[in-house]
């Protein structure tokens, strides 16, 4: 008896010591599970943030420094009034002719209407797993419009074409978050990598209350300048993402507001306009205190009405901006905004978004949605608007103000004219009268780049249709010399 109570306790002792084992086996594999499922990004904490739903990458490929960067965090650009009266921009002393474009390349049935952030998130996107951003790093072009990546047309990314057209700046219009300035929505490494490996910089924008982001207000009731809470936001947002990347090797110019004297960006600038301007300066200022090394432009909106009063109210009010940018879409040149401007305002210009849509409607029936692409239009269009600027620039007259332009827009965006749920289609209904080549403006089809060959509506995510005008800045406006 005693000898089988002693078996039986060390049958019970037993399996204790395997319960035991049993038990740090599993807190074992339960914590190297853990350590499997760590997130791999510095930016995995935007999850909590805003959702996106799709992983985020670590970018481990691009390289942070160049070689040759000393290790510099940042340049100085300025601008400078020659002797004749003309402006210049320096960077780091060096005359600098802003040769932009606008970069939202917004993947094909995406909408900010059912995902937020969905035309800004391109810097995060890897949807084909490679680590690799896909728009900056994955795009390839369909040279022979197939609409199919045959095996002679390599993967290639953004960032190489728009070095090969001889764009020397992408304009990123805001972070797109309501309430305030969030850092995650921009990834570093991409930016930097923009700039030490294909010589790129950033215009960094930020809204300014344009679509209420920064000022946080319902959109039923719209930005109010003359809301001293909402203001608070706004400078808020400015300062936040100011201190966030002033120290950036990327930052060429700081840009604030987009068009918002336009009813259409959802704000009482354009009715409120002394107190927007003396706004639009108090933030100026406040950029200038924060970081002494890069200018402030706007982007005000070429179309208001009373442009006298507005040009006006800007050479009054607004002392601390340093560059005039105007967003201009009024034909194959500017016409007489020069002379506008320059009535009232001795400051460098920037024309801060320019272009043409690359869609002709058939005949003049605004709600007829048929048509095709007229790439000759679209490049002539813009030939006529980058000659404008030269024009006015100080490569041609000693006196002229003009410092560049951003070409609007990389590429087309499919979300812009759509009901609900038409992100997947390239519509090209409810167009704007504008002095396009068809007179209508077709805000889905604004790409120097398209993303199909504009045939069907089959198309790869990563496909790029260079249109002419990409040669016509790449062979002849922007080559580089
Ligand atoms: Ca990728
Ligand atoms: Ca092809
Ligand atoms: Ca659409």
Known sequence: ??????????????????????????????????????????????????????????????????????????????????????????????????????????????????????????????????????????????????????????????????????????????????????????????LRDLYYSYGIRVIMGNFFGAYTIGSDAPWSQGTDYTDPIQREKMLEYVRDQVMDHKDEPYVLMWLLGNENEFPGTNSNAGVY??????FLNEAAKLIHQLDPNHPVAISSWGDYGNRDRLFKYYSELAPDIDIFGINVYHGNTFGNIWKEITKYIDKPIFVAEYGADAFAAKGNQRLDFQ???????????????????????????????????????WSDEWWKQQKVNESFIHNSRMPWGAPFPDELGHEEWFGLVGLNSGKNQVYDDLQRNLREVYFLYKDELWKKK
């Not at 306009?273 to 003396?278: E, F, H, K, V």
């Not at 679209?378 to 006529?384: A, F």
């Not at 024009?391 to 609007?408: D, L, R, T």
């Open 1 to 190: 008896m005693y000898i089988v109570c002693y078996s039986f306790k060390k049958v019970i002792g037993l399996l204790l010591i395997l319960f035991c084992f049993l038990l740090i086996y599993s807190a074992n594999s339960n914590a190297h599970q853990l350590f499997k499922k760590e997130p791999a990004s510095i930016n995995d904490d935007i999850w909590s943030i805003t959702n996106f739903p799709y992983p985020l990458f670590n970018n481990k490929s691009v390289s942070l420094f160049s070689p040759n960067s000393n290790n510099k965090l940042t340049s100085i650009v300025t601008v400078e009034k020659n002797y004749k009266g003309g402006w210049n921009l320096l960077v780091d002393g060096e005359p600098f002719v802003v040769k932009a474009v606008s970069y939202s390349p917004t993947k094909i049935g995406l909408s900010p209407d059912t995902l937020p952030g969905a035309q800004t998130d391109w810097m995060k996107r890897d949807d084909n797993g490679n680590g690799k951003c896909d728009a900056a790093y994955d795009t390839w072009v369909d040279s022979n419009n197939n609409n199919i990546k045959d095996p002679s047309e390599k993967t290639v990314g953004d960032f190489a074409l728009m070095k090969e057209m001889g764009v020397n700046a992408i304009r990123l219009y805001s972070s797109i978050s309501k309430a305030s300035y969030v850092a995650e929505e921009f990834n570093k490494n991409v």
């Open 273 to 278: 306009l002394r107190q927007y301007i003396t």
């Open 371 to 409: 048509g095709e692409e007229d790439q000759t239009a679209q490049s002539e269009y813009h030939r006529g608007n980058w000659m404008d600027i030269v024009k006015h620039s100080v490569e041609v007259n000693e006196s002229g103000p003009a410092i560049g332009g951003c070409a609007f827009e």
